[in-house]
């Protein structure tokens, strides 16, 4: 009789709100030495953070922005922080026209590109019976397309040189429904699926130094959720709905820092194996998690979207026991 296998213990990662030892950066100083990093989305509070967590490593960046420029010190911060390069571009990741520019500029500048963060987002709130469509599509666009894009432009190149590093910023609206975020829970999911699905593929391939990642960055009060929860915009939702977001922005309170640093450890490869594919929230312990790398491969549908069923009915749709013949023969009316 095969002896039956024991799951690996688990245990529950400590939470953070903030970098710990684990991510402190100067443990990751000099970790990516001239890589070329591009960040989008970033003039916000979670880019800019990005933006100087990525230059401690001592990567080369290329920033994006599209109606705000960064602030003008942040390039002087980042290069005093290690950045190798410093360097703002200007782009609409809605529009592939523009995501084609920004390569071909990245490219012009340094040749190659080893990691890229989709960080630019879009949020609103509102009915869905009351958004305007264009609006609706235009979330979409930015949180979804701009990534896929990006993705698509750089996949080959990653591919030829079997090596590259792609974190998308997701968030945890992506795995819960939300009332009156639609477009935004819809494009998060969106994203993490497409994050998961191309790992897949790269690793039918063999390519383990391609790994990508999805991430919920913490509750941040960046100028998109400020703006989100407005009171003005809380006004505009049926009477019955504004209690649930009188409070939101309590709850925002993590730093952003806690992301770029969390992104800089994934980007070195730190958790290549146990990862990579995976839906991340930035604020369970780094080191707790990699710490049960056994457990994750031994359960793959942690740290990625699925679905519960009564019957324990699986995700691949396969119930207990196997699939059964219908034992009463029922025919259908009209034949």
């Known amino acids: ?25 100067s443990k990751y100083r000099g970790s990516l030495q001239n890589k070329v ?14 933006a100087e967590s990525f230059a401690v490593a001592g990567a080369k960046l290329v920033l994006t922005y599209n109606n705000t420029p960064p602030p003008p010190e942040l390039k002087e911060k980042c290069i005093r922080f290690g950045a190798v390069g410093v360097e703002f571009v200007r782009c609409n990741v809605a529009e592939l026209e523009g995501c084609e520019a920004l390569v071909k500029q990245t490219f012009n500048l340094y040749g190659e590109v ?23 599509v235009h979330d979409l666009a930015v949180n979804l397309h701009g990534p896929y894009y990006l993705m698509r432009l750089l996949l080959p190149h990653f591919r030829e040189r079997r090596s590259g590093c792609v974190l998308n910023i997701a968030s945890r609206a992506g795995t819960v429904a939300i009332p009156y975020s639609t477009s935004y829970c819809a ?32 509750g941040i009060k960046s100028t998109m959720t400020l703006k989100k929860y407005a009171k003005d915009s809380i006004l505009s939702l049926p009477p019955q709905a504004q209690a649930i977001f009188a409070n939101q922005l309590d709850i925002y309170n993590d730093s952003p820092y806690l992301n770029g640093m969390v992104c800089v450890a994934l980007a070195t ?19 707790d998690v990699l710490a049960q790398a056994d457990a994750l491969a031994a359960d793959p549908d942690l740290y990625m979207l699925h679905t519960r069923f009564l019957g324990e009915l699986t995700n691949a749709g396969v119930p207990p026991g196997g699939y059964h013949a219908e034992e009463v023969k029922f025919e259908f009316p009209g034949f």
């Open 37 to 50: 990093a591009i960040i989008t989305g970033a003039a916000g509070a979670i880019g800019q953070a990005l």
């Open 114 to 136: 080893d990691i890229l963060v989709n960080n630019a987002g879009a949020n609103g709130l509102g009915p869905v019976y009351a958004q305007d469509p264009r609006n609706f």
């Open 187 to 218: 494009s998060k999911a969106a994203l993490i699926n497409l994050t998961a699905c191309t790992q897949k593929e790269m690793d039918i391939e063999g390519l383990d130094d391609v790994h990508l990642y999805a991430l919920h960055p913490g």
């Open 1 to 25: 009789m095969a002896e039956k296998q024991i799951p690996p213990a688990m245990f529950t990662p400590r939470f953070r709100t903030d970098i710990y030892p684990y991510l402190y950066p």
């Open 269 to 287: 490869g730190v958790g290549r194996r146990a990862l990579r594919g995976k839906y991340v929230d930035v604020g369970q312990d780094l080191e």
